[in-house]
């Protein structure tokens, strides 16, 4: 009985952790294309960092990271941005990408 309630206490703090820790739909890119996320904090660690939200980032993230700068701009001047994606579509994208590989072997 003492470690059921152990471990209830256990999977409760760990679930509000990890609840708090999670980032919040907001990334930054550096000037190279690396993107990270921000947690705490409201602004890129670095003043040259711009930040991105979460449909640029999933949206730019398949690209090289030298390449994702120039994308990340053709996507916000394009006026209708007809290849936005969500999350859903990235993971479609990923199974049929697997499903190919597998079959080629």
Excluded: W
């Excluded at 703090?13 to 907001?26: M, N, V």
């Excluded at 690396?34 to 670095?46: A, G, L, R, T």
């Excluded at 398949?62 to 999350?87: C, G, P, Q, V």
């Amino acid at each position: 009985m003492l470690f059921l309630i152990k471990r209830i206490i256990l999977v409760t703090i760990f679930t509000i952790f990890s609840f708090h820790a999670s980032a919040e739909d907001k990334f930054c890119i550096e000037g190279d294309g690396f993107i990270y996320p921000i947690f705490d904090q409201e602004n890129c660690n670095e003043k040259s960092d711009e930040k991105i939200t979460k449909s640029e980032f999933i949206n730019i993230i398949n690209f090289e990271k030298n390449l994702r700068k120039a994308k990340l701009e053709e996507f916000r001047n394009s006026d209708e941005n007809l290849e936005i994606k969500t999350e859903k579509d990235v993971e479609l994208a990923d199974v049929e990408k697997i499903k190919t590989d597998s079959l080629q072997k």
